[in-house]
């Protein structure tokens, strides 16, 4: 599979706007890159021109951005590219989000302190724990049932 992964560098420039869908939660924000240089004429830093991204994130993460992040917070986000085009009112427009898989403050400018999250309800690709200690602990019916599906595989 090609997909174009970046890890940007810039400020949250909106409120994260979460809400709830049937597969759980979603989240998106706007997010600002401005670059830097060292302008030696000047003996000054310049900025460059701003870009924008709408930032994705999706379940576990949407929710933990709307609880973290606020609007000028220096963040890095580390996701998937996704450019799209549309017509709006006659005009042919560029949209480029980022579907994230991470998302932190920057810690070289400023301090964060991390607090894990408490899950309130099962994942669903959590496995359920394994009885390694062989069939000692199965009763008759579920040991019929282990014997029949050993005799299948």
Known sequence: ?????????????????????????????RFAVTPRRWDREKQL????????????SWRTLAANLAGSVSVGEPLV???RLKVREEEQAGQRRTFVD???????????????A?????RTEPVLTERPERNTDGDADLSGRDRE???????VS
């Open 114 to 118: 991390f607090r894990r999250a408490v």
């Open 77 to 79: 986000v580390h996701g």
């Open 1 to 29: 599979m090609n997909e174009t992964l970046v890890t940007l560098v810039g400020n949250a420039a909106t409120a994260v706007d979460f809400r709830e869908t049937a597969t759980g939660g979603m989240a998106r924000f």
């Open 98 to 112: 980022v579907e994230a898989v991470a998302v932190g403050h920057d810690l070289s400018r400023g301090t964060a």
């Open 45 to 56: 830093w310049a900025d460059g021109r701003t870009s924008f991204y709408t930032v994705w």
């Open 145 to 151: 049932g282990a014997a029949e599906m050993a005799a």
